[in-house]
């Protein structure tokens, strides 16, 4: 929607003003958006009725946990969150009810706004009081939790990253009155593993709304790795929904950097590249930023440059056109603007992306199709019977002919002497249904020694697919 604006300026001769404001967005310096619905868009809220949330596994209503359409983080619904009890009080079913497991790493995250007085995340130790994290001594250790904000209308962020979990039986969620009355709402609840995340419908949605497509899955999401960025960039997002080759593509639906700077790809001064790649889609504005005076502007009509003059835009087959730089000999400028950014609204996928130079390609991976087979991290559990068992998660994405089972290393130590290696050629017959696996395989351990588990590409290579175990 756009909002109209009429100004009239005395100051200016009587001359008046009139445009319009769309996507009005105002961040900090966490890159968290003060601005809600700067769209300015009407809402319809439906009315919904259920009491139970079933979203954290509850089989029945929790006094003072409901659904409300008065706040929301995203979206139009959250949970609000309003009682007193000086006894634990949990508002969720058991870690183990979302699918997680003791030792095993999790990234947690949600907003809140209002008054937390203490809140437990799956065990005593992980708590916020008084809306910041409780850290103190060795039973609430520093384990990386954080709380960032404020963001739009007062809203703020919890997440903790790869912490371990050890207390799977315990509620998700519960909470005490040390300090006041628990009065706030909840939003975006997420729990991810290796990529995959575990709460079915964070957002807290009405299922009246349309339901999501069905997407496939991938490890590392949503973070663009062949991008080279560090962390999550809002409307940008790994996407089989459409790909010019293979079956992924990066889908870009929000303004944004979407990409590091060109340094971070190897792009230096003095040097000549070629770029290209294929998009489809409501262009916008797309800034491709060799350094900051060697920059191209691809539109949805029109491709151009102050500096280049090799550049090009093909339309091709079903939709994608191809946009290629050639022979560009960069200038050193302002190295920290994002080699990749996206302006004015734009919808678009983008596939095949390549910069050589010197026939030297600098993306690695840039038609952002993830390997046949992807793994989570090995998880290793001593038994009463002398033998341990390692478990694993796998995602299978595709069927390779040329595809070598990875080998699975057993090396058992003795006062640091190796004293026996076992290799397991694990043929893993996973299905390829874009769903996490688990795989396990258990051996005898003798209780004098040490192992270390590895998981190879191949014994050739000796190639690492996860961090190695040690189990003692």
């Known amino acids: 929607m756009l909002v109209a604006i009429d100004e009239f300026r005395e ?22 958006e003060l601005v809600r619905n700067g769209g300015f868009e009407v809402r319809r809220i439906p009315v919904r009725t259920d009491k139970i949330i079933s979203e954290l596994h509850n089989e029945s209503e929790v006094d003072g946990v409901e659904y409300s359409a008065a706040e929301s983080y995203d979206g139009d619904w959250s949970l609000h969150i309003n009682h007193s009890n000086l006894d634990w009080y949990p508002i969720t079913a058991s870690c183990a009810d979302f699918g997680m497991k003791n030792g095993r790493k999790y990234d947690i995250s949600f907003y809140f706004k209002g008054d937390i007085r203490t809140l437990y995340i799956t065990e005593q130790g992980l708590c916020i009081a008084d809306n910041k994290p409780w850290i103190s001594g060795t039973n609430y250790p520093d384990v ?24 799977e039986n315990q509620a998700l969620l519960f909470m005490q009155d040390y300090n006041g009355v628990n009065n706030f709402y909840l939003d975006n609840l997420s729990i991810i593993e290796s990529g995959r995340e575990l709460v079915q419908n964070g957002s807290f949605e009405p299922s009246v709304y349309p339901p999501q497509k069905e997407m496939p899955i991938r490890k590392n999401a949503p973070v663009i790795k062949e991008l080279l960025n ?12 459409e790909a010019y080759d293979g079956d992924w593509a990066v889908h870009v639906n929000k303004n944004a950097d979407v990409s590091a700077a060109p340094s971070a ?19 916008g504005n797309l800034f491709v930023s060799l350094s900051g005076k060697n920059r191209v502007l ?29 022979n ?44 046949a087979i992807e793994f989570g991290e090995l998880y290793a559990k001593i038994n009463s ?36 290696c076992t290799t397991v050629n694990e043929s ?45």
């Open 11 to 32: 100051e200016q001769d009587g001359i008046g003003q009139r445009f319009y404001l769309d996507n009005l967005s105002i961040k900090n310096s966490d890159n968290g």
């Open 144 to 167: 990386g939790q954080k709380v960032t904000g404020a963001y739009a209308n007062g809203w703020y962020k919890f997440e903790v990253k790869d912490y371990i979990l050890s207390s």
């Open 230 to 241: 560090k962390e999550e960039i809002s409307g940008v997002s790994y996407s089989a929904e």
């Open 265 to 283: 790809f190897g792009i230096t001064e003095g040097k000549t590249y070629n770029v290209s790649f294929y998009i489809k889609g409501n262009i």
């Open 298 to 326: 691809v539109t949805n009509d029109d491709i151009r440059s102050g500096t280049l003059t090799d550049i090009k835009k093909v339309s091709v087959e079903n939709g994608w056109t191809k946009v290629e730089i050639n």
């Open 328 to 371: 560009a000999v960069v200038e050193k400028a302002d190295w920290e603007t994002a080699f990749l950014v996206a302006e004015y609204n734009p919808d678009f996928y983008i596939d095949k992306l390549s910069i050589t130079e010197s026939n030297t390609e600098l993306v690695e991976n840039g038609n952002f199709e993830p390997a």
């Open 385 to 420: 019977d002398e033998t341990v068992t390692v478990s694993m998660d796998v995602l299978k994405h595709r069927d390779e002919e040329d595809y070598t089972a990875p080998m699975l290393i057993f090396a058992s130590y003795d006062n640091g002497c190796l004293t026996s």
């Open 428 to 472: 893993i017959d996973v299905e390829k249904n874009n769903k996490w696996t688990e795989i396990s395989k258990t051996v005898p351990i003798k209780a004098d020694e040490n192992m270390n588990v590895y998981l190879w590409e191949s014994l050739e290579s000796l190639k690492p697919l996860a961090s190695a175990v040690e189990i003692k």
